[in-house]
């Protein structure tokens, strides 16, 4: 696969992050915030579970099972600390202050993999989280739920880093899934069902965001990072799925009636243009030349049925094993 269309299904990716925060703040209505994270990673995972089978024969390398347990509880805490953020934390400061995960990014991927950052990559870093103030219209006062949100951020950051390198070390892009959202699934639904919230009826009613949310924002969303970041780095995903902002005010707009300040417009246009400067960019390996063929299982790391572009095309392409990211 190229960088490029990599970089492609990860802005898909942010695309479908966006436009699933309106069923992200409407799930609320019936379930707790744990519920509704461990929820949509149960539906994820049992949606990803069945192709687990077919990489049983793709090799998995020393260290495959301690590289997969790291990405799967790294997963689980980011997720479950965005959404409790969201308890403590208005939606404009949350928004802005997970979206920081896009310069911590670069900055672990630095020190944990000797990823040094290029100057372009450092601004475009830096204008996505100027653009994520201005799209949220700034912030107002700091508590426990901000600082929740910033620790989710750091997380993410770690998460990308770890799961890139997972990626590029290691095959098996539907286990890792599978592994991420059922583990969450996992440490969310006892913790939710301990509120006393979780019942037959609470589910029934958040039914169709819960669909929305485990298919399109779990199972398809992260199923593309997954697959997308054997391709290119941490710190470029960073940067592109930050686009979730953009997707999530344009939803908002549409869903919700909300508008948006010409600040917010203006943000928007920066984190755009940020974008556009790294996928034109590149990474510094792919413009040496990197090989396109690629391993993969899949394009998306979904279940066939939910997009079109889902491969299960097993061969022994090269890949270059690279660096290391979020989301």
Not at 43 to 59: A, D, S, T, W
Not at 107 to 124: D, F, K, Q, S, Y
Not at 216 to 222: G, R
Not at 291 to 298: E, I, L, N, Q, V
Request: glycine share 10%; hydrophobic share 55%.
């Amino acid at each position: 696969m190229s960088e490029t269309r990599a970089n492609l299904l990860l802005l898909l990716a942010a695309a479908l992050w966006g436009l699933g925060n309106v069923a992200q703040k409407t799930v609320l209505a019936h379930l707790d915030a744990l519920s509704a994270v461990g929820l949509r990673c149960l539906i994820g995972g049992l949606l990803v579970l069945p192709f687990v089978l077919k990489e049983r024969r793709l090799p998995a390398g020393p260290g495959y099972f301690s590289s997969l347990t790291k990405v799967g509880v790294l997963f689980a805490i980011s997720i479950t600390l965005q959404q409790l953020c969201y308890l403590g934390a208005t939606v404009t400061n949350a928004s802005f202050l997970v979206s920081t995960a896009t310069v911590m990014t670069p900055l672990a991927a630095w020190l944990l993999i000797g990823e040094r950052p290029t100057a372009n990559l450092a601004v475009a870093a830096g204008l996505t989280v100027l653009g994520a103030l201005l799209l949220s219209d700034g912030i107002d006062g700091f508590g426990g739920g901000d600082l929740t949100a910033i620790l989710s951020a750091a997380c993410y950051a770690l998460w990308m880093v770890e799961l890139g390198r997972h990626m590029r070390a290691h095959q098996r892009p539907f286990t890792a899934s599978a592994t991420q959202f059922l583990g969450a699934a996992a440490f969310t639904l006892p913790l939710g069902a301990l509120q006393g919230k979780l019942s037959p009826a609470a589910v029934f009613a958040a039914g169709p965001e819960l669909a929305v949310l485990g298919v399109f924002s779990t199972a398809i969303a992260f199923g593309i990072q997954t697959a997308a970041q054997r391709f290119t780095t941490a710190s470029h995903a960073a940067v592109i799925v930050s686009a979730e902002s953009v997707f999530g005010a344009l939803a908002a707009t549409i869903f919700l009636g909300e508008r948006s300040s010409p600040a917010g417009a203006l943000g928007a246009a920066i984190i755009l243009g940020a974008i556009l400067s790294v996928a034109a960019n590149g990474t510094p390996r792919a413009r040496a030349g990197r090989p396109d063929s690629f391993d993969a299982a899949p394009v998306v790391v979904a279940a066939p049925a939910l997009r079109a572009g889902d491969r299960s095309v097993p061969n022994s392409g090269s890949v270059e094993i690279r660096h290391d990211p979020c989301r």
